[in-house]
């Protein structure tokens, strides 16, 4: 189907620049349940790296790259939505800073500012895309992917 072929183009195109000096290729997935082993193989994609979900800090940052623009009213705090929003992905942020802002806009089309209210109706509709269990399974693929001692045929 339509995977084998994108995967084989991909190794293909791979294949074909390893001979240049001073190139780095980078792929990310979050599927990596279904990548072929093919592309793991020595010269292909050497390293793995796991990158969790941010953590409060790192959320917390993107809540105010979010909302750098935005007019936040006094009883708005960063730090506790983002205590709150464990397995956001930076894009849910980006959607929950969003939907505050509109529903802001439906609360009052002439408001100026965005409520933590607004931010409380916006945690109603949009929620982690990340479950813990997508974070187990992440680590578990992970390890198998790393492991010398298991075949990557396991995978799946």
Do not use: H, W
């Not at 189907?1 to 620049?17: C, K, M, P, W």
């Not at 390293?47 to 969790?52: D, E, H, K, S, T």
């Not at 100026?112 to 982690?128: G, H, I, Q």
């Amino acid at each position: 189907g339509v995977t084998n072929r994108v995967a084989s183009q991909l190794l293909a195109e791979i294949d074909g620049i390893e001979e240049l000096n001073d190139m780095v290729v980078i792929g990310a997935t979050n599927r990596p349940d279904l990548l072929d082993p093919a592309l793991l193989r020595p010269g292909r994609f050497d390293r793995l790296v796991l990158i969790p979900p941010p953590d409060e800090k790192a959320r917390a940052e993107i809540f105010y790259i979010y909302t750098r623009k935005m007019p936040l009213a006094d009883d708005v705090n960063i730090e506790v939505l983002a205590s709150r929003c464990e397995g956001f992905s930076g894009a849910d942020i980006e959607s929950l800073c969003r939907e505050a802002a509109l529903a802001a806009l439906r609360r009052d089309k002439d408001t100026e500012k965005v409520y933590r209210r607004d931010f409380e109706e916006a945690l109603l509709s949009v929620k982690p895309s990340i479950s813990p269990q997508m974070m187990r399974e992440y680590e578990r693929v992970g390890d198998i992917l790393r492991s010398s001692e298991k075949p990557l045929m396991m995978i799946g």
